[in-house]
């Protein structure tokens, strides 16, 4: 996905500055309403890439959902409404933004100052930002079981999943919990959360969201290490442009021309700009790489008058060049998956199988990737609607499936409670027979 969004990449935008945010008054009338309805669901016939696919008739569903959406009782209800409407289309990068926020900033959304991970069944604390929350034991490896009296899990399927952009089942099990998804909520909504550390204490701690975040966080989306046997273990976090840095990924790689073989880690990678992934891929081989195809929908007024059939544009673009001026990683490689490797790191995974070195170790991806366009619905909101439809290079489907890993691995509670990462293990084990 060449598009950056500010977001948790990508089913829906995190609110923490005054660029979205709710407001506190009512002040969508019903004409209103029904413009930005209409303006959506119209926008959709046009754009959406997989319109076609649709099972059911889309100009049938919003003219149904209509007369509930211009009746909602509160702007929020109606935001809600929309983001219900929206999630009916099933894709991971199709969903309802807001454009305006109220004048108190103590009302945007913000999430609480730690970011969560869903292993299994059970929701894990994996950073903390706020010093009075660590003073508390929020700390990680902390298990989430409440929020607000409800089961974590409940609490996600009632809140959270209903307005959740997602083209898979594991996207949608799992999104809800990743990064700062989980307790975005207004400035000033007090919520209890029931936690337990991994010595088994149990605790409340109780707060709004308007707490300091004064623990920074770890500014770099590299992690780099060396394991045993010379094992380098590189962990990308995102290919955001505003986060990735290819000096940083330079001198890594210094390092990693030294180890007998190298992991690649992008679980939980949300994606970004895949000019970045694309960057990394290219110091693998030193032969052209091949690439996915990909389509998307045309329309010509002309053709439409006399009836043509859907048209498209559809491109297999040439082998991406190796980076030049520098030596070629030519050592064993893995690469680490799961359900939260998402848009631009799931062309990160394509683009890999490209190459043709290594085993992808993990679970299946989020499955959704495809260039949005970004449309003004008007009156402070605003809509993403995935344009394009992609194939890795054996020209095989994973919009709506996911890239299947080659050996399946599921991360479990070990990561937190042991230190012990199964899925990096099997690499390990993977690597040690190809040496």
Not at 200 to 227: C, H, Q
Not at 254 to 266: G, M, R
Not at 280 to 304: E, Q
């Amino acid at each position: 996905m060449k598009k950056t969004i500010t977001s948790l990449l990508f089913g829906t935008i995190l609110c923490i500055v005054p660029a979205c945010g709710q407001s506190e008054k009512n002040e969508l009338d019903a004409t209103q309403k029904a413009f930005i309805v209409s303006r959506f669901c119209t926008e959709v016939k046009y754009n959406f890439v997989h319109y076609n696919n649709l099972t059911y008739n889309w100009d049938s569903l919003c003219i149904t959902s209509l007369p509930s959406l211009t009746a909602t009782q509160s702007d929020e209800d109606f935001i809600n409404g929309l983001k219900q409407l929206c999630a009916q289309l099933h894709d991971g990068h199709t969903f309802i933004y807001q454009t305006k926020w109220s004048k108190n900033s103590k009302e945007w959304l913000r999430p609480f100052p730690i970011t969560t991970k869903r292993v299994g069944n059970q929701v894990f604390v994996t950073s903390v930002h706020n010093s009075e929350f660590k003073k508390q034991g929020v700390s990680y490896g902390c298990e989430i079981l409440e929020i607000d009296g409800e089961n974590v899990l409940e609490y996600a399927d009632k809140h959270i999943t209903p307005y959740l952009a997602s083209s898979t089942p594991q996207w949608s099990d799992h999104a809800p919990f990743r990064g700062y998804e989980l307790t975005n909520a207004k400035g000033t909504k007090v919520s209890r959360m029931l936690l337990r550390t991994p010595e088994g204490r149990t605790f409340t701690i109780e707060s709004d969201r308007n707490i300091p975040w004064d623990i920074p966080a770890d500014s770099s989306v590299f992690e780099y290490k060396v394991l045993e046997g010379n094992i380098g273990l590189l962990s990308v976090k995102s290919f955001l442009t505003e986060d990735f840095h290819r000096d940083e990924f330079d001198k890594i790689y210094e390092e990693i021309l030294k180890t007998n073989a190298l992991i690649i880690d992008i679980r939980d990678n949300g994606g970004g700009n895949s000019d970045h992934a694309d960057y990394i891929i290219r110091h693998f081989d030193d032969k052209p790489v091949r690439l996915g195809r990909w389509s998307s929908r045309m329309y010509i007024a002309a053709h439409g008058s006399w009836d043509y059939p859907q048209e498209w544009f559809t491109e297999s673009p040439d082998p991406m060049e190796p980076v030049k001026d520098k030596p070629i990683y030519k050592k064993p490689i893995a690469l680490l998956v799961n359900a939260t490797t998402f848009s631009s790191a799931e062309n990160f995974c394509v683009t890999y199988r490209g190459l043709n070195r290594g085993k992808i170790i993990g679970t299946p991806t989020g499955g959704s990737t495809g260039n949005p366009i970004f449309i003004d619905l008007g009156f402070g909101l605003g809509c993403s609607i995935c344009t394009k439809n992609e194939w890795d290079v054996d020209g095989r489907e994973f919009i709506g499936i996911g890239i299947v890993p080659d050996i399946e691995v599921k991360e479990n509670t070990d990561m937190f409670l042991k230190n012990k990462d199964v899925v990096i293990e099997k690499a390990l084990e993977v690597l040690k027979d190809s040496l």
